[in-house]
C-alpha cells in the first residue's frame, strides 16, 4: 500500500530535544518533495517546510525557519522534523505528506507534547 | 505570500442539504493552483479537489470545486451524513504553501 508512516507519540519537557520520523513505501519517494504540516490544539493547519529526496534540498516557511530542522535519509525513504529546544508552544500534531503540487498522501500524524 | 481567507467559520446544514464553502485569495491564485482538503476529528487531511476543479482519486461527484483568480467555492451537492468535517482551501504555489483557516460544517 502507498503509505507515509509516522512515528509514534512523544511526551517532551521543555528545553529538550526532538527527532520525529516519516518513512514512505510503495512509491519513489525520491522522486516527490515531502512537506511538514503542523496542526496546534484545536487550530488550523499550517505549512513548516518541505524537503526534497534526492538532493536534501529544504524550503522553510517564513514562520518557522531557525525553529526547525527538516532532512531525510533517502536510503531508507524516510523524512524527519527536528527541534533542539522544545518550547510548550510547540505542543501539536505534525504530519508529514507527499507533494504533488497538492498534498496528496498524508502521513497519520505524531502528537507532540511538551509539558514541564 | 498569499493570504487564504475560508468563509463562513462555521456552516450547519442538514443532511440532504447543498453546502458552498467560500475562500478567498489576498492575491491571484496563477494557474488555479488551489486545493480543498477534508478533515475529520482525530484523522489526517484528506485532498478533495486540486487545480480549483479538479476531484482527486476517489472523491464522490456531490464534491465540486470552482472558481479562479482570487475566488475560490467548494460545493457539495447533498450533504451525506460522512461530510460533515473541517474543510480547509489551500495554495500551492513557487516554494509557497498556504492554507486557509478552515470551515466547519456542522449538523442543524
Known amino acids: 500500500e502507498v503509505q507515509l508512516v509516522q512515528s509514534g507519540a512523544e511526551v517532551k519537557k521543555p528545553g529538550e530535544s526532538l527527532k520525529i520520523s516519516c518513512k514512505g513505501s510503495?512509491?519513489?519517494?525520491?522522486?516527490?518533495?515531502i512537506a511538514w504540516v503542523r496542526q496546534m490544539p484545536g487550530k488550523g493547519l499550517e505549512w513548516m517546510g518541505i524537503?526534497?529526496?534526492?538532493?536534501?534540498?529544504?524550503i522553510y516557511s517564513p514562520s518557522f525557519q531557525g525553529q526547525v530542522t527538516i532532512s531525510v535519509d533517502k536510503s531508507i525513504n524516510t523524512a524527519y522534523l527536528q527541534w533542539s529546544a522544545l518550547k510548550a508552544s510547540d505542543t501539536a500534531i505534525y504530519y508529514c505528506?507527499?507533494?504533488?503540487?497538492?498534498?496528496?498522501?498524508w502521513g497519520q500524524g505524531t502528537l507532540v507534547t511538551v509539558s514541564s | 505570500e498569499i493570504v487564504l481567507t475560508q468563509s463562513p467559520a462555521t456552516l450547519s446544514l442538514s443532511p440532504g442539504e447543498r453546502a458552498t464553502l467560500y475562500c478567498g485569495a489576498s492575491?491571484?491564485?496563477?494557474?488555479?493552483?488551489l486545493a480543498w482538503y477534508q478533515q475529520k476529528p482525530g484523522l489526517a487531511p484528506r485532498l478533495l479537489i486540486y487545480d480549483a476543479s479538479t476531484r482527486a482519486t476517489g472523491i464522490p461527484d456531490r464534491f465540486s470545486g470552482s472558481g479562479s483568480g482570487t475566488d475560490f467555492t467548494l460545493t457539495i451537492s447533498r450533504l451525506e451524513p460522512e461530510d460533515f468535517a473541517v474543510y480547509y482551501c489551500q495554495h500551492y504555489g513557487r516554494s509557497s504553501w498556504t492554507f486557509g483557516q478552515g470551515t466547519k460544517v456542522d449538523i442543524k
Open positions: 510503495e512509491f519513489t519517494f525520491s522522486n516527490y518533495w
Open positions: 492575491q491571484t491564485v496563477s494557474n488555479n493552483y
Open positions: 505528506a507527499r507533494n504533488q503540487g497538492p498534498f496528496d498522501l
Open positions: 524537503v526534497y529526496p534526492l538532493t536534501s534540498d529544504a
